[in-house]
């Protein structure tokens, strides 16, 4: 076999091809094969020989040949017994990039944090490894002249020319290298051995495009070898001589033709990896692609060059054979993503009907990975996914992230997130636990922010109000018990809390204390922290980078608590969790690099948009492009000409599916450019649209999935009630919420329903309301004579102070609402001196009525709160609203429709408000807007007494109405005087019953 090239075209398995091949050379003895040595370009490729060889052995026990991964710039198990062995060994990968951090952290404006300088420091490694990787040297950044670029490249440069100079002593005080500088001295101490001294038995090297110059070295030296060969991926032997001279960075077959250069052999010498004739069983049993295929697919990709062959292509020989390079290619293009994963994940579950059949989604996009992933789970199939989840979205992952956010942040939103995961229990039993949290919520972390610290949610625990704890019969007692709850969330989390608010510790220190306090919290009254934290794949990968990060870290400078946060939620970037068992055998999940040299008898290439696959290529924080070709590293065509060899090297399969979406997120795709131009050949051969007939069929199934066989939706709901469990006690407010949409009432007083605050509650419109009436409400109870002071400006904005200060320290209070206030004060003093000039009185403010209403049922009481009562001089009163929205209009009080003031005039002229009122003169809004105008009165030009007596005659057939078992509480009765918001809308499902004009379906 010496000094020898061949490929194994695209439409073999290429691993079962090899092993065919090699087991076909060493014949019947049972000793040569072990004498053989492999290279392949992966681990992955290495485990995918190894049971080729099984396979084709067919169950009998052989000696495997010795096989070795050689150029995975992502794995650390590159091992020759061959070459010295007094190479330095590669400083750990976390070490490195707390190192590389520490000098970040020492250039000025490079980050601003610890944080961003980790961050930054994993892309100086990567940079390094490519540095080192390419054969550059950081020498000859002198050649970038910094005056060339703009000023933040130059200070890049700079810092580049200081990483040149200490990273080396750095280095050499550890007594290792850098990875990838480890990997090609022992490239080249392999080759350097093997040159001088070749090995006794074969060598072959297989799968590897030599993108790498120390394996390019390497590949060279095997070919030289006396019994050398080297097998490349799907080296294209059919290519014209034109169009291989034409050959651009993008193509498919550019990193094979410069391999070749290198090697100086010419590509007529590369011949096909001979197979034994015939076939062994297990790979002649598998379908294989036609022949045709790879060459559909090498036409589509050839360079932009030498395109104007594809005007004569509907007559040449490719036209002929379109309908086997067409057989088992086909394409979906879906609507979403979520469409996509969809109809991916039933063409997988397919695969399996057939007993051994495999199938492999290849894909750039971890997005669609995921979707896939997860939609595979509905017929409980745990897909194998090459890439892992990531450790920061595993569950002992996101539980240490979050403990760590809410110790340097601790909001209420942060706390709930760390409570309610399924890790807390706090020493409880966990279903117990999870109950106070949830009534802890409501109690005292929805709405406006407590106070700092766990003394802050004592104090709002014992400030909420009563009905927040409506569903306990006892509402002392299970405060007490809250209370018990948060001293025991204190006594876990006080240490880890107090250390963020301390000085600076170093990060093994910090991830002790985080480690020891995750394990507190954790402790179930059954199971210890550690039990429950540790034990499951995602507990040992946390476990493992928590020692890591220790061992790395112990020089580390010191961080304050927010920095430590943010330091650790960088190092976990990049982490995953790979689950060893319960995967199934026959489903994969694999990125670009994973699905080299791997053939399934299903290959779906997915997510093939532009900037996905090809990937966009990546920003890079230290070299502009420019900079970088000068500096002599890859262009991204190199890297664009490797993902399409992957691309070509998949389309081998004997079925392969394309797939994309149509839109991501509502934003319109591109195609990606392998696509269009497969588009553009098929057009040319008259077979444009071929590739997606039948295949909406697969979209169709996905969505009948979870589509019913009919829909019928709900009528609108008409709950009847039993008399005796409806209101007999409203305010006026809510009289009109009966008129307007008497199934609010019904969910709120019957079903005791009620909505949620939000968490961290900024004021809204409600709360604004109440903070003007009240600064309004204490200044006129502070000065209820005939004139106002001197001072009544700074009286009433010191009242404002004071009714704003539960919600002080909020930028959208400070700079928007309190300037309307300063307005709405000034609008309002003048309006009150001219009223009280004019002999106009305060007589009540914020004053509560009642009013009985006899019925032939029992008594209902409407209650109501006057914002303010006048008296005019001739004794009449006028009684204000005060509204900071828009007050309803006139003729919807007329109508019935806003209550409100009518019924309030009705309870002032019974005496209902205790006071001795003879007539209602006037009844007015006062709009309080802070706007232009600052205020408005809006008077209603009705005669109240009328408005009065009718409102109260409303009211008893409304209530004698509802007396009536049969009467229904329905949803909005009147489309046109719906309630502009109501919280139930969603318990009523209208959305599903109503239609767009607002009537009923």
């Not at 890079?620 to 492009?625: E, M, V």
């Not at 490797?642 to 599916?657: E, L």
């Amino acid at each position: 076999m010496g000094g020898r090239l061949f490929t194994i075209a695209p439409g073999l398995p290429f691993v079962d091809a090899l092993a065919a091949g090699i087991l076909a050379r060493v014949g019947d003895d049972p000793l040569a094969l072990s004498r053989l040595t492999v290279l392949l370009p992966t681990v992955r490729a290495v485990r995918a020989l190894r049971e080729a060889f099984l396979r084709l052995s067919d169950g009998t026990p052989i000696l495997l040949p010795r096989l070795s991964p050689l150029g995975d710039v992502d794995t650390d198990e590159v091992v020759f017994t061959q070459g010295g062995t007094d190479l330095p060994q590669a400083v750990p990968a976390l070490r490195r990039q707390l190192l590389l951090a520490r000098l970040v952290m020492r250039a000025p404006d490079l980050a601003a944090t610890p944080a961003q300088a980790v961050s930054l420091a994993g892309e100086l490694a990567r940079l390094l490894d490519e540095v080192q990787t390419e054969g550059c040297r950081f020498e000859d950044l002198a050649r970038l002249v910094p005056d060339d670029y703009a000023q933040h490249w130059q200070v890049t440069l700079r810092f580049l020319e200081i990483i040149t100079q200490h990273w080396p002593a750095l280095l050499a005080d550890e007594g290792g290298v850098d990875p990838a500088r480890e990997r090609e001295l022992r490239l080249k101490a392999l080759a350097d051995t093997w040159r001088t001294k070749p090995p006794p038995g074969p060598v072959i090297a297989a799968g590897s495009t030599g993108s790498i110059p120390a394996t390019a070295d390497l590949l060279a030296v095997v070919a030289a070898l006396p019994q050398g060969a080297v097998v490349l991926p799907g080296l294209d032997l059919g290519c014209d001589e034109a169009t291989w001279q034409d050959l651009d960075e993008a193509h498919p077959q550019y990193g094979l033709k410069r391999l070749l250069h290198r090697l100086d052999i010419p590509r007529a010498e590369v011949r096909p990896w001979p197979l034994p004739d015939p076939l062994p069983e297990p790979l002649a049993a598998r379908r294989r692609s036609h022949p045709a295929r790879a060459r559909l697919i090498a036409e589509a990709l050839r360079p932009a060059g030498t395109t104007e062959a594809w005007q004569d292509l509907s007559a040449s020989p490719l036209a002929a054979e379109a309908d086997a390079a067409l057989a088992g290619l086909s394409r979906l293009d879906a609507a979403t993503p979520q469409e996509e994963a969809g109809a991916i994940a039933l063409m997988m579950r397919e695969v399996l009907e057939t007993p051994g059949r495999t199938a492999a989604l290849v894909t750039a996009d971890r997005d669609l990975a995921r979707r896939v992933a997860l939609a595979l789970k509905r017929w409980d199939i745990a897909v194998n996914d090459s890439a892992g989840l990531p450790l920061t979205q595993s569950a002992v992952g996101s539980y240490l992230r979050l403990l760590a956010d809410w110790a340097a942040e601790p909001s209420p939103l942060a706390l709930l997130s760390l409570l309610k995961h399924p890790l807390a229990a706090g020493g409880h039993n966990p279903s117990f636990f999870r109950a106070q949290v949830r009534d802890l919520e409501r109690a005292v972390l929805r709405g406006p922010r407590p106070a700092d610290g766990f003394d802050g949610l004592r104090l709002a625990l014992t400030q909420a109000d009563t009905r927040r704890f409506d569903a306990h019969d006892d509402v002392d007692a299970h405060r007490a018990r809250l209370g018990a709850f948060i001293d025991g969330l204190e006594n876990i989390l006080r240490p880890l809390l107090a250390a963020m608010n301390g000085t600076g510790r170093t990060l093994a220190d910090w991830l002790d204390l985080h480690a020891r306090t995750a394990e507190a919290l954790a402790a179930s009254d059954e199971q210890s922290g550690a039990d429950r934290l540790w034990r499951l794949d995602d507990g040992e990968a946390a476990a493992t980078f928590v020692d890591e990060v220790q061992d790395a870290g112990h020089d580390f400078p010191e961080l304050g608590g927010p920095d430590y946060a943010a330091v650790v939620s960088a190092l976990m970037v990049g982490r995953a969790v790979r689950p060893r068992y319960g995967l199934h055998p026959r489903l994969y999940i694999l990125g670009l690099l994973e699905a080299r040299l791997q053939q399934f008898d299903v290959m779906i290439l997915g997510g093939l948009n532009e900037g996905t696959w090809p990937p966009q290529p990546k920003a890079d924080p230290w070299l502009s492009r420019p900079m970088r070709q000068r500096f002599g590293l890859p262009t991204p065509e190199q890297h664009l000409g490797q993902t399409a060899h992957d691309f070509a090297q998949a389309c081998g399969a004997p079925v392969v599916v394309l797939t994309r979406s149509e839109r991501v997120e509502g934003t319109p795709t591109v195609p990606s450019r392998w696509l269009l131009r497969l588009d553009t050949v098929l057009k040319a051969l008259g077979r444009a649209r071929s590739l997606t007939g039948g295949m909406a069929r697969w979209t169709a199934w996905a969505e009948a999935m979870d589509t019913p066989a009919a829909v019928r939706p709900c009528p609108p709901p008409e709950p009847r009630p039993p008399v005796a469990a409806r209101p007999r006690r409203l305010s006026v407010t809510q009289v009109e919420t009966w008129m307007r949409d008497p199934y609010a009432l019904y969910a709120r007083h019957v079903l005791r329903l009620e909505a949620l605050d939000p968490l961290d509650a900024d004021p809204g419109a409600a709360d604004r309301g109440t903070m003007i009436h009240k600064a309004l409400d204490d200044f006129i109870k502070a000065n209820p004579g005939t004139l106002l002071p001197e001072d009544a400006r700074d009286q009433l904005l010191r009242f404002g102070r004071l009714a704003f200060a539960p919600y002080s320290g909020l930028p959208s209070l400070e700079t928007f609402w309190w300037p309307r206030f300063e307005r709405i004060a000034d609008w309002f003093l003048a309006l009150e001196r001219d009223r009280r000039a004019g002999g106009v009185q305060p007589l009540a403010t914020e004053a509560k009525g009642i009013l009985t209403v006899e019925t032939a049922y029992k008594p209902f009481e409407i209650i109501a709160k006057a914002d303010r009562i006048d008296r005019h001089p001739d004794g009449s009163v006028a009684i204000i609203d005060y509204k900071t929205g828009t007050p309803p209009r006139a003729r919807d009080v007329e109508l019935g429709f806003a209550p409100q003031l009518p019924l309030e005039a009705a309870i002032a002229l019974a005496g209902g408000f205790g006071l001795r009122v003879p007539v209602v003169e006037q009844l007015s809004f006062w709009r309080l807007t802070g706007g232009e105008p600052a205020g408005q009165v809006v008077a209603l030009k009705l005669d109240p007494a009328r408005l009065a007596a009718e409102a109260v005659g409303g009211l008893r057939q409304l209530i004698d109405l509802f007396d009536q078992e049969s009467t229904p509480y329905r949803s909005q009765p009147r489309p046109g005087m719906a309630p502009r918001y109501s919280d139930y809308l969603h318990l009523a499902r209208v959305a599903e019953w109503s239609v767009g004009d607002g009537g009923e379906a």
